[in-house]
T-cell receptor, first 111, second 114 residues
Framework: QQQVKQSPQSLIVQKGGISIINCAYE??????FPWYQQFPGKGPALLIAIRPDVSEKKEGRFTISFNKSAKQFSLHIMDSQPGDSATYFC??????????FGKGTRLSVIA | KAGVTQTPRYLIKTRGQQVTLSCSPISGHRSVSWYQQTPGQGLQFLFEYFSETQRNKGNFPGRFSGRQFSNSRSEMNVSTLELGDSALYLCASSLGHHGNQPQHFGDGTRLSIL
């Protein structure tokens, strides 16, 4: 049972454009939602995270939007750059449960 | 501050052998979690250790085991290796036992089974 569904699987965005990755979850007990960025040959790196008591969190060009009623959250990358080309994973956890990851989105930013 | 260190980075084994992977967490982090990453299944949780005790276990067969030492370093062992065990094995550390604490990943050990 996939508890976190991520879309799209792959995304191509022009340099300077906005990249949007969406995730939906099923377990209403989830209370921490991080996003990870992974480059080839590297482990996932924590990018930004949100808790369900806020609807949006922004850090630089990265923004998480959170919709508790719809059980959805999304990552927006503003002014996308070729260096942002990587695989992005959303995840969720609650209390003492381990992180549950989405399947990942491969982002390619082209000049 | 040094990040999470995993050794070795690459490993080639044959079916039926066993393997031990090592993980050194960020200094001060007491929780270590292990994940298996494959193209088909994505990132899947194996187990978590905190204060030398296994706190959580994923849905993997008993061939997969681990332990944590008093200095928080952790090892993962896979016995009777199968072709399907070929994967990137990732270790992540955090300050405490799960909860809302950020997990920081190492660069993994890529295990190939021939």
């Amino acid at each position: 049972q996939q508890q976190v569904k991520q879309s799209p699987q792959s995304l191509i965005v022009q340099k300077g454009g906005i990249s949007i990755i969406n995730c939906a979850y099923e377990n209403t007990a989830f209370d921490y939602f991080p996003w990870y960025q992974q480059f080839p040959g590297k482990g996932p790196a924590l990018l930004i995270a949100i808790r369900p008591d806020v609807s949006e969190k922004k850090e630089g060009r990265f923004t998480i939007s959170f919709n508790k009623s719809a059980k959805q959250f999304s990552l927006h990358i503003m002014d996308s750059q070729p260096g942002d080309s990587a695989t992005y994973f959303c995840a969720a956890l609650s209390g003492n449960t381990p992180l549950v990851f989405g399947k990942g989105t491969r982002l390619s930013v082209i000049a | 501050k040094a990040g999470v260190t995993q050794t070795p980075r690459y490993l080639i084994k044959t079916r039926g052998q066993q393997v031990t992977l090592s993980c050194s967490p960020i200094s001060g982090h007491r929780s270590v979690s292990w994940y298996q990453q494959t193209p088909g299944q994505g990132l899947q949780f194996l187990f978590e250790y905190f204060s030398e005790t296994q706190r959580n276990k994923g849905n993997f067969p008993g061939r997969f085991s681990g332990r944590q030492f008093s200095n928080s370093r952790s090892e993962m062992n896979v016995s009777t290796l199968e072709l399907g065990d070929s994967a990137l094995y990732l270790c992540a550390s955090s300050l405490g036992h799960h909860g809302n604490q950020p997990q920081h990943f190492g660069d993994g050990t890529r295990l190939s089974i021939l």
